[in-house]
């Protein structure tokens, strides 16, 4: 099946193509099986925890979760995310979504803020939420509580039809992401998708981290957690947004995070 599979690790002038071109890649297997094993049972723990009942999602897991802070910026994945964003930007949240055993579709959307729509800042919908999804039950084939992407739909002047939109159904425009648990979608916020059904006996986690240019605001906080930030690395509590900049209003620039390479 046509699919845009890119390596892990540095990120290429193809990525870059097929990224523009399709609004998204994904990356094969980042995560041992080991690695998903503990990220799912910490994914479990927060959904127990949040006392989630249906389709639901829990911010800020990575604050408590070790094996779900240690994806913030996985080195398969954050050379993609540095490609794409430049090293000056932040992660604006962490959301642990669950779609319950046997789980319908989701409603086809783009990311976004209806406070200010994206698309109201111009054509093509800019790139201010660049996400990150850690599958962390297999994908493999349809009806596993895939992802599924209209692809190039980042592009599109005109919205989604109300047909489509409407239609609880399948259409023949979209793809199904296939792939198995401890890959990562990486996608625009401006791709048409939707969670697709999930038919298996248990719940389907995923965990997704999303990165902005560095004024947008965080998305799952109102404050940094104290402890975690005195607890965790230099580059994570930058990408959390604790960096100093010379400026209020970001008009000149500001030392980036200590990327290894930095
Ligand atoms: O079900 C999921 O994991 C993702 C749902 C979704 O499309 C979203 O959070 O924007």
Sequence with gaps: MLNPVVSA?????????MFESWGYFVIPNVLSKEEVKECLQASIRLHEAAGTVGWGQVGRGYESEHALENLMDHPSVLPKIRGLLGDRFIMQSGWNTM????????????????????KNLGYPVPLIQLRASFLLTDQEEPGM???????????????????IRTANSGTPISHVICASAGSVLVFHNAVWHRAYEHNWDYDRYTMHYIYSPPWVKPSDR???????????TP????LMGDFSRPDAPFGASYTPPPFEDN
């Design 99 to 118: 779609q319950p055993a046997r789980g319908r579709m989701g409603g086809w959307h783009q990311d976004g803020s209806s406070a200010f729509d994206f």
């Design 222 to 232: 109102f404050h940094n957690d104290v402890n975690f930030m005195q607890r965790t």
């Design 9 to 17: 690790g540095a990120f290429t002038e193809l990525d870059k193509f």
């Design 145 to 163: 509580g895939n992802m599924e992407l209209i692809p190039g739909s980042h592009r599109s002047l005109v919205p989604l039809p109300d047909s």
């Design 235 to 238: 580059v994570r509590r930058a």
